[in-house]
């Protein structure tokens, strides 16, 4: 039983080195190569990306208001809506984080994200961290699909925040 566990025990630990070498040899995108090369932005660049705007999401929005770096954000409908109360900051180099207080129906419960920044000839790359891909975030000139066109100038959160917090004060 001894030399079974010992056994298995170097299986796991040849397949465990066998993945990781497996995965430092897998291959790269093209946004990953070039953001490894790229400068990371500023604070004040990412101060001028994000102040005051709205970041789009899928079923909601995040508002990065630049007095006192309050940020507030809002998901989903009825029932099902979240709501996120919270600061956002800067770090050198080139990172973006906000941690907020998210509220929903079951209770709350406070998260922090963060997503690096980086540019290259005019391209914008992004990340979130600590396990995300490099993606191209914003081109020189600006792509249909471009993420940054998601970030729109103004509040498109508060109003939605309100609703939910009604709906989730009423339920309690």
């Given at each position: 039983?001894?030399?079974?566990?010992?056994?298995?025990?170097?299986?796991?630990?040849?397949?465990?080195?066998?993945?990781?070498?497996?995965?430092?040899?897998?291959?790269?995108?093209?946004?990953?190569i070039?953001?490894?090369?790229?400068?990371?932005?500023?604070?004040?660049?990412?101060?001028?990306?994000?102040?005051n705007?709205?970041?789009?999401?899928?079923?909601?929005?995040?508002?990065?208001?630049?007095?006192?770096?309050?940020?507030?954000?809002?998901?989903?409908?009825?029932?099902?809506?979240?709501?996120?109360?919270?600061?956002?900051?800067?770090?050198?180099?080139?990172?973006?984080?906000?941690?907020?207080?998210?509220?929903?129906?079951?209770?709350?419960?406070?998260?922090?994200?963060?997503?690096?920044?980086?540019?290259?000839?005019?391209?914008?790359?992004?990340?979130?961290?600590?396990?995300?891909?490099?993606?191209?975030?914003?081109?020189?000139?600006?792509?249909?699909?471009?993420?940054?066109?998601?970030?729109?100038?103004?509040?498109?959160?508060?109003?939605?925040?309100?609703?939910?917090?009604?709906?989730?004060?009423?339920?309690?």
């Amino acid at each position: 039983m001894r030399k079974l566990r010992t056994l298995l025990a170097l299986v796991a630990i040849g397949s465990s080195m066998g993945m990781a070498s497996y995965a430092a040899a897998a291959p790269q995108s093209k946004e990953t190569i070039a953001a490894r090369s790229a400068t990371p932005l500023t604070t004040d660049e990412l101060f001028q990306l994000y102040s005051n705007r709205s970041w789009l999401w899928k079923d909601g929005a995040g508002y990065f208001l630049s007095k006192q770096r309050r940020f507030i954000a809002a998901t989903g409908r009825g029932s099902a809506g979240s709501y996120g109360v919270g600061r956002w900051f800067l770090t050198d180099p080139g990172k973006l984080c906000f941690k907020a207080d998210w509220h929903a129906k079951s209770g709350s419960a406070p998260a922090l994200t963060c997503f690096s920044h980086r540019k290259k000839g005019g391209v914008v790359f992004q990340k979130r961290e600590p396990d995300g891909e490099w993606y191209a975030f914003k081109n020189a000139p600006i792509k249909a699909g471009d993420e940054y066109r998601k970030l729109r100038p103004g509040d498109y959160v508060s109003a939605s925040l309100k609703k939910i917090q009604s709906r989730l004060s009423a339920s309690r």
